[in-house]
């Protein structure tokens, strides 16, 4: 009971001071987020966000935290992609520099931490995918695309932070399901200090004028500290020799990595840097679409909640691995098809809102 009411609470009190404390600095020193061609929104807004999230999660490890163990590389991985993340959103990074950094800080997830992949399960209904010397690169392999996976995610208010919320508490769920409490509080920590973000980020009668983005720096954190409960609690060394089957994990990523891999598949077939930034993800076609940013948060926040009560709850029911994992994959080519199909499909959306409207509009005039 301590862990779900103090922990978080705490964290969601830290969190907030930040931003408070955070945003006129940040409004006086430029570390703002302006309008351009690719970004819509109205007037400068403070990257304040990740800072006050990251000093959160600090704080509730040092003082929750009998001991940190292993997870003094989480911090250090963090600090390190919050640092890089704010130099970016202050002044702009070249991508092979933030890939960089993205690299040294899987290096210590997997050589400081420890925390590697060892086994990818049996999801072919085989045998188990034993990876031995494979295990550390496709670790790093994976945490640069989850924290990429993330910054991606970035583009509208509550998207991330909301998406990170649910990942997160899943992960604290799984984790209590496992017996790994140091796990499980941690994530307990980032849940409590990523609501005292989304309070000053998505919109609610208290945020008033007071609002504020995630940044880089928060997103790239964010998603490093995902896939690090990912990767440990679906490898049983870490879990007193029990463990989540990794596919599980796929469905708790949800939408999370289903827009990566359209996105990346979409941008290679045009022969395209894969990591470029453009208006092609899922929240922007909505946009296209006509639907608010408000209700698309919702809508993707809780099919991303959906996904992973699916994932869960096929484990827990004992759904095979091969049969979860067919499902996550026919569920990724099924998005790849919309999105590679994206003008047909708003064209029908068009109309199909345009005839409910009318519907609405003709039961007022009655």
Not at 240 to 265: E, R
Not at 292 to 298: N, Q
Request: net charge positive.
């Amino acid at each position: 009971m301590f862990d779900f009411f103090w922990v978080p609470a705490f964290t969601f009190l830290v969190s907030a001071l930040g931003v408070l404390l955070l945003r006129p600095v940040a409004m006086v020193g430029g570390l703002l987020d302006r309008p351009d061609n690719r970004k819509r929104h109205q007037g400068a807004v403070p990257l304040v966000g990740g800072i006050a999230v990251t000093l959160a999660v600090w704080a509730g490890c040092l003082l929750f935290m009998r001991d940190q163990g292993y997870y003094v590389a989480l911090l250090g991985g963090l600090t390190l992609l919050a640092l890089v993340g704010l130099i970016d959103d202050m002044q702009g990074m070249s991508p092979v520099a933030k890939l960089a950094a993205q690299l040294f800080a899987a290096i210590l997830m997997t050589s400081w931490g420890g925390v590697y992949l060892t086994s990818l399960g049996d999801i072919f209904a085989r045998r188990e995918i034993v990876l031995a010397d494979w295990g550390i690169p496709l670790t790093l392999f994976a945490v640069v695309s989850v924290i990429n996976a993330m910054n991606m995610c970035d583009g509208l208010d509550g998207l991330a932070g909301g998406l990170s919320f649910i990942m997160f508490a899943w992960l604290a769920y799984l984790a209590g399901e496992l017996g790994n409490a140091a796990a499980q509080r941690v994530c307990v920590i980032f849940c409590g200090a990523i609501l005292g973000f989304l309070l000053f980020n998505m919109r609610n009668p208290l945020r008033g004028k007071l609002r504020v983005f995630l940044g880089d720096a928060g997103s790239l954190m964010l998603g490093y500290g995902v896939v690090w409960f990912a990767v440990e609690l679906s490898q049983s060394r870490y879990n007193y020799g029990h463990h989540v089957p990794p596919v599980v994990m796929l469905w708790v990523f949800g939408f999370v990595l289903i827009d990566l891999l359209t996105v990346v598949i979409r941008r290679a077939l045009k022969r395209r840097n894969p990591l470029s930034a453009d208006r092609t993800h899922l929240h922007h076609v909505l946009l296209r679409l006509g639907v608010g940013p408000d209700a698309i948060v919702w809508v993707i926040v809780i099919s991303n909640a959906l996904l992973g009560l699916i994932g869960v709850y096929g484990w827990k029911s004992g759904v095979s691995e091969q049969t979860l994992f067919l499902g996550f994959l026919g569920l990724t080519l099924a998005h790849l098809w919309v999105m590679r199909n994206a003008w047909r499909c708003l064209r029908v959306g068009r109309r199909l809102i345009s005839r409910v409207r009318q519907g609405r509009t003709a039961k007022v005039d009655r």
